[in-house]
């Protein structure tokens, strides 16, 4: 016999070292867990809104907790049980043995690890629900009942949502323990089966017979649900149970329900008697019933009943689809108004409507945004949006439509830490135009531009520390010795004048601190150390309470890991008293504190109360209403404005415009207004965030002077209404009379693809006989056709009264509500594309246009806008030229202008409008009540406008011959261009001058 030696077994523990590392690590991911929290606890604090982010984080965590104790208990039970109730001598094949033998010794952890991982995810799944569970927490009745179930409508939103995402909780519960149950008996011998016979041990036949049972009371709670759900069922003609749903569909679930309930009842006595006969049979007796009542019945149903005759079959349940979705969708108190247009446009025909046309908008925010930037960024770190912003400020007692936006800050060109955080904080300034109104050269007339700014608005605060393209964080304020953060330039003016490059000097404001020595040059650095050195650039100390404070080293260290940046910790710039700026969108501010709201797309700053504010719309929405249309809101929403497709769907049948909101673009304050308080589903928010909407009574009337009609609830309702405003079940459902948004005329898209609809525009107009002029925002329709049955003629003109008021607390009364201007079929009221393609071919427009291009400036089509005026429509276009090189920006030229088959091309509006209506439109307010002409040309010696118009251009009878008028053309075109070129703006408008003069002589006059 010969000594073996047996090599000792490793120890599989793990080494100190090994263990140092998981603790560090599992450490690291604490700390930036709990770092990542803080950041949000202390935004959420500093803005007054921390009930709002505990309130949501609590009730995730409970719903957590719930979904997973009651996803890892059960299934740790059923697995338990099935272990402990095991055979002791079971008869295992040899199948069976191997995998026991593999299984053993991970069966502890398994037991354990496996309903843990589980619950983990059925608790994610469950904190996505926390809104639903508070929803129907604070929820109250409506009031108002469903037209098939006679159910008060709180219950379609708020309780039956909730119920069934417990049922289906329930179910994967139940299902996942009764799968977990079989297979631990299978694995353990409490099941088995051969050829010959199967086998099952008492203790799991009761379990599973329980089980069952359990999951079949859940189906059939699921199935009686389901009757309720088929209210928003959208697989018949229209959203909702339609006749088909109602005689057999909700029939069907009922049936289903019961023997559901019946055959789990036959499995609870199986648990006891042990017989599987009945619960097998009724197994399959339900199977099959739910073939023939949820599948065949309803088929044979549609057949052989409906189809045949449709409409007649299907009316009851149309006209509640027509009723539900016209009051879900707030249509259901739409002013219908005929329209019988005129197409004669005869002399003196806006007399009536002098006070809209005074107001027509020419200038369009999409164009001239360029010019903006061109006359007013000033400095090569400022910008504007793409787009400015329609608004309207009451001057000197009048109310002026404009066109406005912020001068954001622009760090493209900024690459160190210190200036892009420290430095270069904020943007400056409101810069506003008129609206209807254009210099001599075709720029617009500024009511209010500059560094530092200055007009017509009044003094505010003109520091845009929160806009739309501020940046991802700033830091700000603290006791420094001397202040460090750019706030202007001094040596730029005004830029209505002449472009950025040829600004003059202005004078700084007294109240801040001019830098000028080379320490405070170095320490700023990039592009601003000349204008620091030389006492250019004035410098500021943010004083408000915008952000957290960095007051210790705690919060330095999460806020250096929240940006990853090591200089907010080390950075000896960052003192007592400095502040964070994050988070600064208004769009990402209002939604963090209001979550339950959709946010409007279309956010704009005003200046209300001394101060630039962003004014932005809340909705609250739902896709729970019984028996309204259910529409995908994201694809509602693109237009020739917002080409921008999300790539999930937002479902809803239900929208109110809930929330007005405001963001301060200096300190970044946020204040909720409940706009609707009839809303059901404000009603409930305002409960479970109590305190944090205030009063519309708490409004200024300089903000509600602001406030308009919300354009993505303009632009749903639109949609909607295209097909809904038809309220005939009859008429509905042959789509005779379908709508659809004209398509935009001049908008820009790749080549194959259609134009996007026409944006709704922002106007003062008057919709309808005798109806005041009031700001409004408005659409038009056309026949909903395609190929040769389509017609671009008008069918219906869309308003919505947006004047909110200007009484401190109390909202317009007209406000909101809608107008509908139906024109008869018989009329042929060009539609925009078909107008468009008439300015395009009428031969003295095109003629013109082609010479304008000469040298290769660029005609740019601004918006096609049409106005009920007159008895008629009025179409109106702005035309601008744009330099092929060298300074380039659209400037004002030409206006189109259209009226049934009339079309008139000049170079302001009113003079387009006299050449429309055969020389007098009757538009001329100083005609009528002393006021101002529309379109008017400002003076270029800064004076305000003076409501003159420029004198039209005198067309002789002993011209010069054609061929010597032709000369003269070519050479005022090179002029002019060259002019152009070198921002010579006197010798521009000489020669603009001498090329209409010599056009008129070569047209004849």
Same mark, same amino acid.
């Given at each position: 016999?010969?000594?073996?030696?047996?090599?000792?077994?490793?120890?599989?523990r793990?080494s100190?070292?090994a263990?140092?590392i998981?603790?560090?690590?599992?450490?690291?991911?604490?700390?930036?867990?709990?770092?990542?929290?803080?950041?949000?606890?202390?935004?959420?604090?500093q803005? /007054? =809104?921390?009930?709002?982010?505990?309130?949501?984080?609590?009730?995730?965590a409970?719903?957590?907790?719930?979904?997973?104790?009651?996803?890892?208990?059960?299934?740790?039970i059923?697995?338990?049980?099935?272990y402990?109730?095991?055979?002791?001598?079971?008869?295992?094949?040899?199948?069976l043995?191997?995998?026991?033998?593999?299984?053993?010794?991970?069966?502890?952890?398994?037991?354990?690890?496996?309903?843990?991982?589980?619950g983990?995810?059925?608790?994610v799944?469950s904190?996505?629900?926390?809104?639903t569970?508070?929803?129907?927490?604070?929820?109250?009745?409506?009031?108002?009942?469903?037209?098939?179930f006679?159910?008060?409508?709180?219950? =379609?939103?708020f309780?039956l949502?909730l119920?069934?995402s417990?049922?289906?909780?329930?179910?994967?519960?139940?299902?996942?323990s009764?799968?977990?149950?079989?297979?631990?008996?299978y694995?353990y011998g409490?099941?088995?089966?051969?050829?010959r016979?199967?086998r099952?041990?008492?203790?799991?036949?009761i379990?599973?017979?329980?089980?069952?049972?359990? =999951?079949?009371?859940?189906?059939?709670?699921?199935?009686w649900?389901?009757?309720f759900?088929?209210?928003?069922?959208?697989?018949?003609?229209?959203? /909702?149970?339609?006749?088909?749903?109602?005689?057999?569909?909700?029939?069907?679930?009922?049936?289903l *329900?019961?023997?559901?309930?019946i055959?789990?009842?036959?499995?609870?006595?199986?648990?006891?008697?042990?017989?599987?006969?009945?619960?097998?049979?009724?197994?399959?007796?339900?199977?099959?019933s739910s073939?023939?009542?949820?599948?065949?019945?309803?088929w044979?149903?549609?057949?052989?009943?409906v189809?045949?005759?449709?409409? $007649?079959?299907?009316?009851?349940?149309?006209?509640?689809?027509i009723?539900?979705?016209?009051?879900?969708?707030?249509l259901?108190?739409?002013?219908?108004?005929?329209?019988?247009?005129?197409?004669?446009?005869?002399?003196?025909?806006?007399?009536?409507?002098?006070?809209?046309?005074?107001?027509i908008?020419?200038?369009?925010?999409?164009v001239?945004?360029?010019?903006?930037?061109?006359?007013?960024?000033?400095?090569?770190?400022?910008?504007?949006?793409?787009?400015?912003?329609?608004?309207?400020?009451?001057?000197?007692?009048?109310?002026?439509?404009?066109?406005?936006?912020i001068?954001?800050?622009?760090?493209s060109?900024?690459?160190?830490?210190?200036?892009?955080?420290?430095?270069?904080t904020?943007?400056?300034?409101?810069?506003?135009?008129?609206?209807?109104?254009?210099?001599?050269g075709?720029?617009?007339?500024?009511?209010?531009?500059?560094?530092p700014t200055s007009?017509?608005?009044?003094?505010?605060?003109?520091?845009?520390?929160?806009g739309?393209?501020s940046?991802e964080?700033?830091?700000?304020?603290?006791?420094h010795?001397?202040?460090?953060?750019?706030d202007?330039?001094?040596?730029?003016?005004?830029g209505?004048?002449?472009?950025?490059?040829?600004?003059?000097?202005?004078?700084?404001?007294?109240?801040?601190e001019? *830098?000028?020595?080379?320490?405070?040059?170095?320490?700023?650095?990039?592009?601003?150390a000349?204008?620091v050195?030389?006492?250019?650039?004035n410098?500021?100390?943010?004083?408000?309470e915008g952000?957290?404070?960095? $007051?210790?080293?705690?919060t330095?260290?999460?806020?250096?890991?929240?940006?990853?940046?090591? !200089?907010?910790?080390?950075s000896?710039?960052?003192?007592?008293?400095?502040?964070?700026?994050?988070?600064?969108?208004?769009?990402?501010?209002?939604?963090?504190?209001?979550?339950?709201?959709t946010i409007?797309?279309?956010?704009?700053a005003?200046?209300?109360?001394?101060?630039?504010?962003?004014?932005?719309?809340?909705?609250?929405?739902?896709?729970?209403?019984?028996y309204? !249309?259910?529409?995908?809101m994201?694809?509602l929403?693109?237009?020739?404005?917002?080409?921008?497709?999300?790539?999930?769907?937002?479902?809803?049948? =239900?929208i109110?415009n809930?929330?007005?909101?405001?963001?301060d673009?200096y300190?970044?304050?946020?204040?909720?207004?409940?706009?609707?308080?009839?809303?059901p589903?404000?009603k409930?928010?305002?409960?479970?965030?109590?305190?944090?909407?205030?009063?519309?009574?708490?409004?200024?009337?300089?903000?509600?002077?602001?406030?308009?009609?919300?354009?993505?609830?303009?632009?749903?309702?639109?949609?909607?209404?295209?097909?809904?405003?038809?309220?005939?079940a009859g008429a509905?459902?042959?789509?005779?009379?379908?709508?659809r948004?004209?398509?935009?005329?001049?908008?820009?898209?790749?080549?194959?693809?259609?134009?996007?609809?026409?944006?709704?525009?922002?106007?003062?107009?008057?919709?309808?006989?005798?109806?005041?002029?009031?700001y409004?925002?408005?659409?038009?329709?056309?026949?909903?056709a395609?190929?040769?049955t *389509?017609?671009?003629?008008?069918?219906?003109?869309?308003?919505?009264?947006?004047?909110?008021?200007s009484?401190?607390?109390?909202?317009?009364?007209?406000?909101?509500?809608?107008?509908?201007?139906t024109?008869?079929?018989?009329?042929?009221?060009?539609a925009?594309?078909?107008?468009?393609?008439?300015?395009?071919?009428?031969?003295k427009?095109?003629?013109e246009l082609n010479l304008?291009?000469?040298?290769g400036?660029?005609?740019?089509s601004?918006?096609?806008?049409t106005?009920?005026?007159?008895?008629?429509?009025?179409?109106?276009?702005?035309?601008y030229?744009?330099?092929?090189?060298?300074?380039?920006?659209?400037?004002?030229?030409?206006?189109?202008?259209?009226?049934g088959d $009339?079309?008139?091309?000049?170079d302001?509006?009113?003079?387009?409008?006299?050449?429309?209506?055969?020389?007098?439109?009757?538009?001329n307010?100083?005609?009528?009540?002393?006021? &101002?002409?529309p379109?008017?040309?400002?003076?270029?010696?800064?004076? !305000?406008?003076?409501?003159?118009g420029?004198? &039209?251009?005198?067309?002789?009878?002993?011209?010069a011959?054609?061929?010597?008028?032709?000369?003269?053309?070519q050479?005022?075109?090179?002029?002019?261009?060259?002019?152009?070129?070198?921002?010579?703006?006197?010798?521009?408008g &000489?020669?603009?001058a001498?090329?209409?003069?010599?056009?008129e002589?070569?047209l004849g006059?």
């Open positions: 016999m010969t000594d073996q030696t047996t090599a000792a077994p490793r120890s599989r793990l100190p070292l263990i140092t998981v603790l560090v690590v599992v450490l690291i991911i604490a700390f930036l867990a709990i770092a990542s929290v803080m950041t949000e606890v202390l935004w959420f604090e803005l /007054g =809104y921390l009930e709002v982010f505990a309130i949501q984080w609590l009730a995730a409970a719903m957590f907790v719930i979904g997973f104790l009651g996803m890892s208990v059960p299934t740790f059923a697995i338990d049980i099935a402990r109730k095991r055979p002791v001598y079971a008869r295992l094949t040899a199948q043995d191997r995998y026991q033998e593999v299984i053993e010794p991970l069966r502890r952890l398994v037991k354990w690890l496996l309903p843990a991982i589980l983990i995810f059925a608790g799944a904190a996505t629900n926390w809104e569970i508070l929803l129907w927490w604070n929820s109250e009745p409506t009031g108002e009942v469903d037209a098939q006679g159910i008060d409508l709180s219950f =379609y939103l309780t949502p119920l069934q417990v049922a289906g909780f329930l179910s994967a519960v139940v299902l996942i009764l799968i977990l149950g079989v297979g631990t008996s694995l409490g099941i088995s089966f051969n050829e016979e199967f099952i041990s008492k203790a799991t036949r379990q599973t017979a329980i089980l069952a049972t359990v =999951y079949l009371l859940i189906q059939a709670g699921s199935l649900l389901d009757q759900a088929a209210l928003t069922d959208t697989s018949g003609f229209a959203t /909702g149970a339609m006749y088909t749903g109602v005689h057999a569909s909700i029939p069907g679930k009922q049936i *329900a019961g023997i559901a309930a055959v789990a009842l036959l499995f609870l006595i199986t648990s006891i008697t042990g017989k599987w006969r009945m619960p097998v049979i009724g197994t399959a007796l339900l199977i099959v073939l023939v009542l949820g599948v065949g019945y309803p044979a149903i549609q057949q052989f009943k189809l045949p005759d449709e409409q $007649s079959v299907e009316s009851e349940y149309i006209s509640r689809n009723e539900a979705t016209r009051k879900a969708y707030g259901d108190q739409v002013k219908v108004e005929p329209y019988d247009a005129i197409t004669d446009a005869e002399p003196g025909a806006l007399r009536n409507d002098a006070v809209a046309a005074s107001n908008r020419i200038m369009d925010p999409e001239i945004s360029r010019t903006f930037a061109q006359l007013e960024q000033l400095k090569q770190y400022y910008k504007f949006p793409n787009s400015l912003n329609v608004d309207r400020y009451e001057l000197d007692g009048q109310v002026e439509d404009t066109v406005s936006a001068r954001d800050i622009d760090l060109g900024q690459t160190s830490w210190y200036n892009r955080t420290l430095v270069f904020h943007g400056y300034g409101m810069v506003a135009a008129y609206g209807n109104q254009r210099s001599a075709g720029e617009p007339v500024f009511l209010e531009n500059g560094i007009g017509r608005l009044g003094e505010f605060e003109p520091r845009v520390y929160f739309m393209d940046p964080y700033s830091i700000v304020g603290g006791d010795e001397k202040p460090i953060e750019l202007y330039p001094s040596d730029v003016s005004s209505s004048e002449a472009p950025a490059d040829e600004a003059e000097d202005a004078t700084p404001a007294e109240s801040e001019q *830098a000028t020595t080379e320490a405070d040059a170095a320490e700023i650095g990039d592009g601003t000349e204008e050195n030389t006492g250019r650039a410098l500021t100390t943010f004083a408000g952000g957290p404070e960095l $007051s210790n080293i705690f330095k260290i999460i806020y250096a890991l929240k940006f990853q940046d090591v !200089e907010v910790m080390l000896g710039a960052v003192v007592d008293g400095s502040q964070i700026l994050y988070d600064r969108s208004p769009l990402e501010r209002v939604q963090k504190v209001a979550p339950y709201l409007d797309e279309a956010p704009y005003s200046v209300v109360d001394g101060r630039i504010k962003w004014i932005i719309d809340g909705y609250t929405t739902s896709a729970d209403y019984p309204s !249309e259910i529409q995908d994201n694809s929403l693109v237009d020739a404005d917002n080409q921008r497709t999300s790539m999930l769907a937002k479902p809803v049948n =239900y109110r809930s929330v007005k909101a405001t963001v673009a300190d970044g304050s946020v204040t909720l207004y409940a706009w609707d308080t009839e809303d589903l404000l409930s928010w305002s409960k479970v965030y109590p305190g944090t909407l205030k009063d519309v009574s708490e409004m200024s009337g300089d903000l509600l002077s602001h406030v308009r009609y919300p354009t993505d609830l303009f632009k749903v309702q639109r949609e909607v209404l295209s097909k809904y405003h038809v309220t005939n509905f459902y042959s789509d005779e009379d379908a709508w948004t004209p398509d935009d005329p001049v908008a820009s898209t790749s080549e194959g693809t259609a134009n996007p609809p026409q944006p709704p525009y922002y106007l003062t107009l008057s919709a309808g006989a005798n109806a005041e002029p009031t409004s925002i408005y659409s038009t329709y056309i026949p909903d395609t190929g040769d *389509a017609r671009d003629i008008l069918t219906g003109y869309l308003a919505a009264n947006s004047n909110a008021g009484e401190d607390g109390k909202i317009a009364e007209d406000y909101g509500t809608l107008k509908l201007l024109l008869p079929k018989s009329n042929t009221i060009p925009p594309g078909q107008v468009q393609n008439s300015f395009n071919t009428d031969p427009v095109s003629t304008l291009r000469q040298g400036t660029r005609v740019i601004g918006n096609l806008l106005l009920p005026v007159g008895g008629g429509l009025l179409y109106v276009q702005p035309v030229l744009e330099a092929s090189s060298g300074t380039q920006f659209p400037l004002l030229q030409k206006v189109l202008v259209s009226f $009339s079309i008139a091309f000049e302001t509006l009113d003079g387009a409008l006299d050449t429309l209506f055969g020389g007098d439109s009757g538009a307010l100083e005609d009528v009540e002393g006021g &101002e002409e379109g008017s040309i400002a003076p270029d010696d800064g004076s !305000e406008p003076s409501g003159e420029e004198e &039209e251009p005198s067309s002789s009878g002993n011209s011959t054609i061929t010597q008028a032709l000369r003269d053309m050479e005022a075109l090179t002029d002019r261009d060259a002019a152009m070129q070198e921002g010579d703006w006197t010798a521009y &000489e020669a603009d001498r090329l209409k003069d010599a056009l002589r070569a006059g």
